[in-house]
T-cell receptor, first 114, second 114 residues
Framework: EPEVTQTPSHQVTQMGQEVILRCVPISNHLYFYWYRQILGQKVEFLVSFYNNEISEKSEIFDDQFSVERPDGSNFTLKIRSTKLEDSAMYFC????????????FGPGTRLTVT | GEDVEQSLFLSVREGDSSVINCTYTDSSSTYLYWYKQEPGAGLQLLTYIFSNMDMKQDQRLTVLLNKKDKHLSLRIADTQTGDSAIYFCAESQYSGGGADGLTFGKGTHLIIQP
């Protein structure tokens, strides 16, 4: 069964560094999402992306975040200058056109900012 | 803004039914979801219900929606040790064309006693 994959599974970075989290959505999916879950807190929506542009973003998704689909398979989340409070599990999700209520999630990348 | 609440823990005996409850605040929620997260894994879409339905059954899973009280429940019949996981309730306002983000609860840890 097709799955959303994410790399790396765990990323450790120093405060102020840039990180890029990578996702490979399910191949015929056209809508892509990033969520994050700070330890002990709710899963929070960050951004959705369709047709090479952002569709919707939350208040969390400020100027230090950006998303890109650099090729036909990858979907990336970049954090320009990481802060301690960016430490979280980051989940990518994707959906198929016409069924955007069925979001399929990847296993997540645990980001630790020291 | 939208809010989704669930109790943090539920303990049941193997073979009994589990009922996980959730309340939400947004009356314009269109879809309501149950996701399952096993240790070290991503969020697995278990089932969802459209807001004009009040019940949906899928094998051992029964979802009940009380739209008036904004209450959603997930019943797992004949609970097995493999059902041990965190269960997340979520909602979205599916507009039919956009890539709507989901709003999640904190998750309910389902603990199975032998």
């Amino acid at each position: 069964e097709p799955e959303v994959t994410q790399t790396p599974s765990h990323q450790v970075t120093q405060m102020g560094q840039e990180v890029i989290l990578r996702c490979v959505p399910i191949s015929n999916h056209l809508y892509f999402y990033w969520y994050r879950q700070i330890l002990g807190q709710k899963v929070e929506f960050l951004v959705s992306f369709y047709n090479n542009e952002i569709s919707e973003k939350s208040e969390i998704f400020d100027d230090q975040f950006s998303v890109e689909r650099p090729d036909g398979s990858n979907f990336t989340l970049k954090i320009r200058s990481t802060k301690l409070e960016d430490s979280a599990m980051y989940f990518c999700a994707s959906t198929i056109r016409g069924r955007t209520y069925e979001q399929y999630f990847g296993p997540g990348t645990r980001l630790t900012v020291t | 803004g939208e809010d989704v609440e669930q109790s943090l823990f539920l303990s049941v005996r193997e073979g009994d039914s589990s009922v996980i409850n959730c309340t939400y605040t947004d009356s314009s929620s269109t879809y309501l979801y149950w996701y399952k997260q096993e240790p070290g894994a991503g969020l697995q879409l278990l089932t969802y219900i459209f807001s004009n339905m009040d019940m949906k059954q899928d094998q051992r899973l029964t979802v009940l929606l009380n739209k008036k009280d904004k209450h959603l429940s997930l019943r797992i019949a004949d609970t097995q040790t493999g059902d041990s996981a965190i269960y997340f309730c979520a909602e979205s306002q599916y507009s039919g064309g956009g890539a709507d983000g989901l709003t999640f609860g904190k998750g309910t840890h389902l603990i199975i006693q032998p």
